[in-house]
């Protein structure tokens, strides 16, 4: 089946730490997306690809980091310069022109 | 900067009810408009898609309309269901290859 997979559901991280969220899309879009959703809050962009080996800094990507050496995954580095990880994370992805965005299942990441 | 706003931010309604929710965008320059719905812990899930030259679009119950000069959109869900309750968000998307850009969502709840 064609998708995006977000692993793991849910992460733990402790302070300090740097931890790694994957997302992987067997679509063969050229876009991917990394948005992060607090409670009662919309979706805020931090990171986005539009093609491999480039992406482009969203509205907070302070603290986080990306690559895109695959067209098919584009993982999310939250390092321990982002100082209130603790937040749902999701990954979207869709092709060039009139096409829509997919989303995966994201993935919950609590600081403790 | 484009800015999205959606009204109202929660809506309580009978099972059968016919309901509207509105999407309103601060730049009318968009490539095509999308709504989706959240259930509660979980990915988005596409509803309806609008390219900037249509009207509206039809999913079974739902309707989506947009008014680019105006820069809103409406969703609108014919004879509510109690498994329609969860959060709907409007997307906007620039260009082809932009970031997608969301509303904060209206959480839906639909009483039996």
């Known amino acids: 089946d064609g998708g995006i997979t977000q692993s793991p559901k849910y992460l733990f991280r402790k302070e300090g730490q740097n931890v790694t969220l994957s997302c992987e899309q067997n679509l063969n879009h050229d876009a991917m997306y990394w948005y992060r959703q607090d409670p009662g809050q919309g979706l805020r962009l931090i990171y986005y690809s539009q093609i491999v080996n480039d992406f482009q800094k969203g509205d907070i990507a302070e603290g986080y980091s990306v690559s895109r050496e695959k067209k098919e995954s584009f993982p999310l580095t939250v390092t321990s310069a982002q100082k209130n990880p603790t937040a749902f994370y999701l990954c979207?992805?869709?092709?060039?022109?009139?096409?829509?965005?997919?989303f995966g299942q994201g993935t919950r990441l609590t600081v403790v | 900067k484009q800015e999205v706003t959606q009204i109202p931010a929660a809506l309580s309604v009978p099972e059968g009810e016919n309901l509207v929710l509105n999407c309103s965008f601060t730049?009318?320059?968009?490539?095509?408009l999308q709504w989706f719905r959240q259930d509660p812990g979980k990915g988005l899930t596409s509803l309806l898609l609008i390219q900037s030259s249509q009207r509206e679009q039809t999913s079974g119950r739902l309707n989506a309309s947009l008014d680019k000069s105006s820069g809103r959109s409406t969703l609108y869900i014919a004879a509510s269901q109690p498994g329609d309750s969860a959060t709907y968000l409007c997307?906007?998307?620039?260009?082809?290859?932009?970031?997608?850009?969301f509303g904060p969502g209206t959480s839906l709840s639909v009483i039996p």
């Open positions: 997307a906007v998307l620039k260009t082809s290859y932009d970031k997608v850009i």
């Open positions: 979207a992805s869709k092709e060039g022109g009139t096409t829509e965005a997919f």
């Open positions: 730049d009318s320059a968009i490539y095509n």
